[in-house]
Structure formats: structure tokens, C-alpha cells
């Protein structure tokens, strides 16, 4: 039985999307004959003061949480200390033969920031344990993105400087987007390079074959744009109000679900003749996948300057609900690379408004159009994206780490 300890900030129970999928993935490969431990913190993102179980059992998982103080992540000094606190503890873990078996490989996430760092340790004490680093977010690319940092600083050089042994002691370095990749071979190492995204969350991604007809939610009514999620500093809202107000005369509506401060900010941009442009509530993760539905199309949006260091989840998610995309950013990011490539929505240009405006009326004449391109971008997401189809990945890779003449198992989905 292969063994596999997972690094990373936050797991099961926690509700963030990032810790559902590493719990995802790790209640699968234990499904799948892997002995996994799981080494998270015992706090919860959103709520640091809550404390979880030092030790629990869950789907054939060992968790075994770190005890860290109650510093939130929302502010810069808490997310510094607090990776600083967890890197030095998945550090000494690397020294606790006597606690900690030896395990074949050790999966290493990118939260808290520069966790790659544990990869380190991992190699210098435990030389036999494959090491993977699955790069969710960039930094201090993200940072710089942001404004935190100087772009290519003293402080950014002495970070890149201190990050380039890390990813060379990986063995598998395993990015998001192509958009990423192209950003992380800067740093010049020799690992194994691989794309595997992450998938919608079980709430969202469907159980059974595709259906008959996805349809539009609102034939005959005109058409529902929906963007729902984040509205963070990687995101702009102001390119998708401008193109919501060139669409006032026909039946086209904008709808924000939001969930964070950003609610507030967009509310008070609003216009009295902004009628097209609604605000909805957050909705429970139960009704998220109703929720998707309620859009014909999805709007997701990256900032330029992000390009490479993140890649939002709203797309798979986006995706799996059976709906194409309006996506506003560069065009060199994975998403629009995605668009481009399997004909799933529509890259929108700020400064070319009216490309976007033509898709969208001509989708708005054609509904039979729209449900065809639905349709599509459901076949898309199953073949490509979904959660079974990277899980798959992720094993032949982790198989071939482990056993380089193993050839990957037939393996059938696991059961929801």
C-alpha cells in the first residue's frame, strides 16, 4: 500500500473550496488502495479562533492536524506568521521518524504562501519520499500583481532567490493553467512539469450522464448573465458594468452574486438606470448547483496583471453546470486559452466592447444557439476537467513516482 501525506493549510471540514478539493482528492486515493495522511492546521479560514480535533479518522484519511495560534488570514502579518508557523512544523515533521512513518510521497500545496519551502526538509532528511508541490497560487508573482510588492524588487528577488532550490527539490511540480506554467519555468528547475486543475466541488459537478437539454432557464425571457463568487482584488468589476449598460435596451441581465465586502463597493457603483444589473445573496453550498443553473451564461473575470498567478475556479464550476463563459481578461490566461480552445464562451476585450456585444445579442436571436454551446460545455467539462478524469491523472503520476515500471491501474469513478 502506497503512502501519501498531504501539506497543506486547511482540509476536511472545512468549507473553502481549496480544502474541500485537497479532501476530495485525498478521500479518493484512499478509495483507490493509498495510505493517506493528512497534516492540516486546526483552524478553520473563516473562522480562525474555532479549534479542530488534534487527530481524526475520515473516509479512510489520518488527519492529523497542527496546532497554530488563532491568527486570521485576512490580514498580511496573520498569513505571514502563520507560514511561517506551518512550514516549521511540516519541516520538523520531516525529522519525526518515530511519530511519522516514511511515506512514498509527500503533496505539498500552496497555502500557507511559499509552503514549496517544506520540499526542502522533505529531501535533505527523507531523500526516499517523492516530493510534489501543486501550485494553486504564484507567489511572490501574486503579491506583485497586488501592489504588496515592488514588480522584480529587492525583496521579490530575494524571495525568488530563496524559492528556486525549493522547486528543484521537487520531483513533480504540478501547475493550473498553462498561463502558470509558463511563469513557474522561470525558476529554471528539472521537475516533472504537469497541468492537473482542480474540478468543481461535489456540490456543483453531476453525478449521471448529460442531459437531453440543458436548456436556457430563461427562454423567451432574454438572457441571465451570472457571475457568482469572489469579487476580490484579482477581479474587476467596472469592465462588465460598462458592457451590462450597453445592453440597456435589450433583455439581457446582469446578476452579482458576491460573497465579501466587495457586495457593498459594487452596490454603491450602481446607477438609478442600471436596471439590468441585479444583486443577488449568497446562496448555501446545498443550493449552489440550482443556483449555477439560474444563469444562461457565467461571467468570470482576472485582472491582466494576475495573468499566471491564480486561475478562478468559477470557470470549472462553470463548466459543470452545463454553461458557457464570458470571460473577461487576457487573452493569454488559461481560461481564455480553455475558450479558445474547445469553443466554450467568449473572451471579452474591455477595450473592444463590441465583440462581446455582438456574442451575447446574437446568442439572445439564436436561443437553439445557446443551448447547443450549453450542451457543449458540459461534454467539455466531462472529458476534460472533471473530477474523476484529473483524479485519474493524478494517480498514473503519483504511480509513476512511485513505481516508475507500474503501469496506471483501470480504474472505474468512485462512488459519491
Known amino acids: 500500500m502506497p503512502r501519501i501525506l498531504i501539506l497543506y493549510h486547511y482540509f476536511h471540514p472545512d468549507p473553502v473550496v481549496s480544502a474541500a478539493l485537497y479532501a476530495d482528492l485525498a478521500a479518493d486515493l484512499s478509495r483507490r488502495g493509498w495510505h493517506v495522511t493528512a ?25 492529523r492536524r497542527v496546532w497554530r495560534p488563532p491568527l486570521s488570514q485576512q490580514a498580511a502579518l496573520g498569513r505571514i506568521l502563520n507560514a511561517l508557523w506551518l512550514i516549521a512544523a511540516w519541516s520538523l515533521a520531516a525529522l519525526r521518524r518515530w511519530s511519522l512513518p ?10 500557507p504562501i511559499f509552503s514549496v519551502l517544506a520540499a526542502l526538509p522533505w529531501k535533505w532528511f527523507r ?22 510588492l515592488r514588480r522584480d524588487g529587492l525583496l521579490a528577488r530575494i524571495l525568488r532567490r530563496l524559492l528556486r532550490p525549493a522547486y528543484r527539490a521537487c520531483d513533480l511540480v504540478a501547475d493550473i493553467g498553462p498561463c502558470m506554467r509558463s511563469r513557474l519555468e522561470k525558476y529554471a528547475f528539472s521537475a516533472d512539469k504537469v497541468t492537473l486543475t482542480p474540478w468543481a466541488l461535489t456540490d456543483v459537478e453531476p453525478d449521471g450522464p448529460e442531459p437531453e437539454d440543458p436548456g436556457s432557464s430563461h427562454a423567451g425571457n432574454g438572457l441571465q448573465l451570472l457571475y457568482s463568487g469572489s469579487l476580490g482584488r484579482a477581479h474587476d468589476a467596472t469592465p462588465l458594468l460598462a458592457l451590462a449598460r450597453r445592453l440597456r435596451d435589450v433583455p439581457i ?51 491582466p496583471e494576475w495573468t499566471g498567478t491564480v486561475v478562478p475556479s468559477k470557470f ?39 465583440s462581446a456585444e455582438h456574442w451575447l ?30 483524479e485519474d491523472r493524478w494517480e498514473q503520476h503519483l504511480q509513476k513516482l512511485t513505481s516508475p515500471a507500474a503501469k496506471p491501474r483501470s480504474l472505474k469513478p468512485s462512488a459519491r
Open 39 to 63: 497534516m492540516p492546521s486546526n483552524r478553520l479560514y473563516a473562522d480562525p479562533h474555532a479549534s479542530l480535533p488534534a487527530r481524526e479518522a475520515w473516509q479512510g484519511v489520518d488527519i
Open 102 to 111: 516514511d511515506v512514498d510521497v509527500v503533496l505539498i500545496g500552496t497555502d
Open 127 to 148: 531523500p526516499r519520499t517523492r516530493r510534489v508541490h501543486w501550485c494553486f497560487d504564484l507567489y511572490p508573482e501574486a503579491a506583485e500583481a497586488d501592489g504588496l
Open 253 to 303: 441581465r446582469f446578476v452579482f452574486c458576491i460573497v465579501g465586502p466587495a457586495d457593498r463597493r459594487l452596490a454603491q457603483s450602481l446607477r438609478e438606470d442600471d436596471r439590468n444589473i441585479q444583486l443577488w445573496e449568497p446562496v448555501h453550498p446545498e443550493q449552489l448547483a440550482d443556483h449555477l443553473r439560474q444563469g444562461d451564461i457565467h461571467v468570470v473575470s482576472l485582472r
Open 316 to 354: 470549472f464550476a462553470s463548466l459543470a453546470a452545463g454553461r458557457p463563459v464570458l470571460f473577461c481578461g487576457n487573452r493569454q490566461s488559461a481560461p481564455a486559452q480553455w475558450i479558445h480552445r474547445y469553443q466554450v464562451g467568449h473572451v471579452f476585450d474591455p477595450n473592444a466592447p463590441e
Open 361 to 390: 445579442r446574437g446568442l439572445l436571436a439564436q436561443p437553439n444557439q445557446l443551448r447547443s454551446l450549453q450542451q457543449r460545455c458540459f461534454r467539455v467539462y466531462q472529458k476534460h476537467f472533471s473530477r474523476r478524469i484529473v
